[in-house]
Antibody, heavy 120, light 107 residues
Framework: EVQLLESGGGLVQPGGSLRLSCAASGFTFSTYAMVWVRQAPGKGLEWVSAITNNGAGTYYTDSLKGRVTIFRDNSKNTLYLQLSSLRVDDTAVYYC?????????????WGRGTLVTVSS | EIVLTQSPATLSLSPGERATLSCRASQSIGNYLAWYQQKPGQTPRLLIYDEFNRATGIPARFSGSGSGTDFTLTISSLEPEDFAVYYCQHRSNWPLTFGGGTKVEIK
């Protein structure tokens, strides 16, 4: 089955860190660029970060730049997002998603998400 | 940063009616626009990419149009399963951004 499965979310105090993982299956992971998108409770979608299929190119939203690192291990079919200096307004469901095609940053496969709650 | 403004925020319609959703970009994005559907408690689903191309498995009642700065998602005849929130997203440059969403609710 073609799927993405996120993990690593949880409750963390302000200033803390988390590493999110996204395990891919059912497709050739190393072929596709990937992204992280988040959604705060009751809010819309916000793009967080992107990475090319070979990991050579990485991109970040300005609001998280310096506090987030995206990377991937193609040998393990896994995408990661390292979050640090977390703030209360980083609370959200974090989704990983796969591009439809490497030419184009539109996303045709999404995971179910992992909830990150930043609170003291 | 390109800002995508969706309107209306909420669209109240009955099954069988036509839905017209708008997405306006703060600067030209060519045809590099996608539409997603998200139902409560579910993940987003790609409907339309690059303005008018339907994603795999998307019914023909969904269509996209427009170019430059003004885009439209049309649902020709609403089915019960179409009541959801719809987001547009551009891929013209970095950062990628999404619109704020339009909720299509049952009237």
């Amino acid at each position: 089955e073609v799927q993405l499965l996120e993990s690593g979310g949880g409750l963390v105090q302000p200033g803390g860190s988390l590493r999110l993982s996204c395990a891919a299956s059912g497709f050739t992971f190393s072929t596709y660029a990937m992204v992280w998108v988040r959604q705060a409770p009751g809010k819309g979608l916000e793009w967080v970060s992107a990475i090319t299929n070979n990991g050579a190119g990485t991109y970040y939203t300005d609001s998280l730049k310096g506090r987030v690192t995206i990377f991937r291990d193609n040998s393990k079919n896994t995408l990661y997002l390292q979050l640090s200096s977390l703030r209360v307004d980083d609370t959200a469901v974090y989704y990983c998603a796969k591009v439809r095609a490497n030419c184009c940053w539109h996303f045709d496969l999404w995971g179910r998400g992992t909830l990150v709650t930043v609170s003291s | 940063e390109i800002v995508l403004t969706q309107s209306p925020a909420t669209l109240s319609l009955s099954p069988g009616e036509r839905a017209t959703l708008s997405c306006r970009a703060s600067q030209s994005i060519g045809n590099y626009l996608a539409w997603y559907q998200q139902k409560p408690g579910q993940t987003p689903r790609l409907l339309i990419y690059d303005e008018f191309n339907r994603a795999t498995g998307i019914p023909a009642r969904f269509s996209g149009s427009g170019s430059g700065t003004d885009f439209t998602l049309t649902i020709s005849s609403l089915e019960p399963e179409d009541f959801a929130v719809y987001y547009c997203q551009h891929r013209s440059n970095w950062p990628l951004t999404f619109g704020g969403g339009t909720k299509v609710e049952i009237k």
